[in-house]
């Protein structure tokens, strides 16, 4: 294999032994195995597991959050925007189940994530900064898109842990309920020019 065909590799199997084991219950012996090459390869391209895992990390969010991006820039109600972020993370629940099994784990205590120790705390604030720009151009007040995507990936991800076990009702039916849920606020964001950031009243 190439550097990159070795790194790639070793980025997969890491993932897939990250996604069963956490971080704390892997090991580098573990994913040399894995991969058949010898320790001093893992740590010739990573450094060492918690660089992997960082690695791995980073793939993951930008995979999930590239999705996201494109899925969230194209034009609609915001009630659509809500949709399309449910069904992005549903489908990436559904097609990188390891991915998310990743992310769903508490990251290592050097990883900095943040205080929700969880690493969808950080897909979320992603998506805060996509809503926010979406809300502003429609005029509603950016500063709750945080609320909202705090929301809206907690609920996805607590839902798809169970509906990966599941599989029914379908995704789309899903994003639909999860939607509805979450709208029920959304439907009443006032949409004029005071700045208050306060939901309206009708």
């Known amino acids: 294999m190439s550097a ?3 790194r790639r590799q070793l980025l997969d199997v890491g993932r897939e032994v990250f996604a069963r084991k956490g971080f704390d219950g892997t090991s580098v012996e573990e994913i040399a195995a894995r991969a058949q090459v010898s320790k001093p390869v893992v740590y010739e391209h990573f450094g060492g ?3 992997l895992h960082a690695d791995v990390v980073d793939r993951e969010m930008h995979r999930l959050l590239e999705r996201a991006t494109t899925a ?9 925007l809500l949709e399309r972020a449910a069904l992005v993370l549903l489908d990436y629940i559904e097609e990188d189940t390891d991915g998310f099994r990743v992310l769903l784990r508490d990251a290592p ?3 900095g994530a943040g205080p929700f120790g969880s690493l969808l705390g950080e897909v979320a604030r992603k ?3 996509i809503l926010g720009a979406q809300f502003a151009d429609r005029g509603y007040a950016p500063e709750l898109a945080g609320l909202y995507s705090q929301a809206l990936v907690g609920m996805v991800a607590q ?4 509906w990966l076990d599941t599989r029914s009702p379908g995704k789309h ?3 639909a309920h999860l939607v509805a849920l979450a709208y029920d606020g959304l439907s ?3 949409s004029g020019n005071d700045g208050s950031g306060r939901p309206g009243t009708g």
């Open 4 to 6: 990159p065909e070795r």
């Open 127 to 129: 998506v805060e900064h």
């Open 49 to 51: 597991k918690e660089r």
């Open 159 to 162: 839902t798809g842990q169970w």
């Open 173 to 175: 039916e899903v994003a």
């Open 72 to 80: 969230l820039s194209a034009p609609g109600h915001p009630r659509d």
């Open 109 to 111: 205590a050097t990883s």
């Open 188 to 190: 009443h964001l006032r």
